[in-house]
Nanobody, 123 residues
Framework: VQLQASGGGLVQAGGSLSLSCTAS????????MGWFRQPPGRERTLVAA????????HYADSVKGRFTISRENAKKTVVLQMNSLEPEDTAVYYC?????????????????WGQGTLVTVSS
């Protein structure tokens, strides 16, 4: 299984970035997908998650209204659109996959992780 994340970079506060994660080696439509982030010197936390079908989403309070998670199962891709970025959003962002049944929407105990992509927001 491989999760390949891309799209990180340097952006000014107030700007936007789109992170993309493409999966291989798994049946993508059977996995809840999540984006996590780890700021320097801090723990990794969940930013956003999306269920198997894409009908349900979850966001951390700190990003609600600014970030949007979406997925395209046919392309095995999950995207995190980040708008109105703040310096506090600076972190390494990871995508993750968790096998789940159709009625479930787990937010922890992810099975697979990508390599991470760095997002730096300058003030």
């Amino acid at each position: 299984v491989q999760l390949q994340a891309s799209g990180g970079g340097l952006v000014q506060a107030g700007g936007s970035l789109s992170l993309s994660c493409t999966a291989s080696g798994l049946t993508f439509s059977r996995y809840t997908m999540g984006w996590f982030r780890q700021p320097p010197g801090r723990e990794r936390t969940l930013v956003a998650a999306i269920n198997r079908s894409g009908a349900r989403t979850h966001y951390a309070d700190s990003v609600k209204g600014r970030f949007t998670i979406s997925r395209e199962n046919a392309k095995k891709t999950v995207v995190l659109q980040m708008n109105s970025l703040e310096p506090e959003d600076t972190a390494v962002y990871y995508c993750a996959a968790r096998h789940s049944i159709s009625s479930d929407f787990p937010l922890d105990k992810y099975d697979y992780w990508g390599q991470g992509t760095l997002v730096t927001v300058s003030s």
